[in-house]
T-cell receptor, first 115, second 112 residues
Framework: DSGVTQTPKHLITATGQRVTLRCSPR?????VYWYQQSLDQGLQFLIH???????AKGNILERFSAQQFPDLHSELNLSSLELGDSALYFC??????????????FGPGTRLLVL | DAKTTQPNSMESNEEEPVHLPCNHSTISGTDYIHWYRQLPSQGPEYVIHGLTSNVNNRMASLAIAEDRKSSTLILHRATLRDAAVYYC?????????????FGKGTHLIIQP
């Protein structure tokens, strides 16, 4: 158990809908990262928040957005969903701002299926 | 980011050592070498990382070549639980905010 929690574990929805994925980092960690894992693209970095502020963006679509709240939990919002958005979404946390020597701790993921 | 090259898959027997290679010929002097693994149906899990010197922890050892153009993750005594995809990742210390860049990794198969 990494100490990172994600809800829900599974989500089934229809095209065009909007969903929210939630992540609680390990106690004391200030950074939250979101990743998407699909069969064809592998694991891809989406976005990084540190202490409530956006720090870096990866391959995140404009239909996707995220935020980190004062209690440090984070939410990833996916809208106008398409079939291709079906994937595993992982959240990770680290203690600091994300320096190269830092370890990232991953949650168990949310499996999203868009029908 | 500098790229890494790993074999697609490797096979080993239970209770034997496993050496997982990674080539990173374009590594810069400030890139850290990280290893993560992903067990089936789970999120990635940190294994070990290093900069220049060899590193040991309770899970594995990391041997880094003198020129740093390659590294080897060593599992001293593989168990069935070590069957996973192993990712070798470089992180640029001058950055700090970007996420991990995962390649395809090495699928490690452990035979009983």
């Amino acid at each position: 158990d990494s100490g990172v929690t994600q809800t829900p574990k599974h989500l089934i929805t229809a095209t065009g809908q909007r969903v929210t994925l939630r992540c609680s980092p390990r106690s004391g960690d200030l950074s939250v990262y979101w990743y998407q894992q699909s069969l064809d693209q592998g694991l891809q970095f989406l976005i990084h928040y540190y202490n409530g502020e956006e720090r870096a963006k990866g391959n995140i679509l404009e239909r996707f957005s995220a935020q980190q709240f004062p209690d440090l939990h984070s939410e990833l919002n996916l809208s106008s969903l398409e079939l291709g958005d079906s994937a595993l979404y992982f959240c990770a946390s680290s203690v600091g701002v994300g320096l190269a020597g830092e370890t990232q701790y991953f949650g168990p993921g949310t499996r999203l299926l868009v029908l | 980011d500098a790229k890494t090259t790993q074999p697609n898959s490797m096979e080993s027997n239970e209770e034997e050592p496993v050496h997982l290679p990674c080539n990173h010929s374009t590594i810069s002097g400030t890139d850290y070498i990280h290893w993560y693994r992903q067990l089936p149906s789970q999120g990635p899990e940190y294994v070990i990382h290093g900069l220049t010197s060899n590193v040991n922890n309770r899970m594995a050892s990391l041997a880094i070549a003198e020129d740093r153009k390659s590294s080897t993750l060593i599992l001293h005594r593989a168990t069935l639980r070590d069957a996973a995809v192993y990712y070798c990742i470089l992180m640029y210390s001058g950055g700090g905010a970007d996420g991990l860049t995962f390649g395809k990794g090495t699928h490690l198969i452990i035979q009983p």
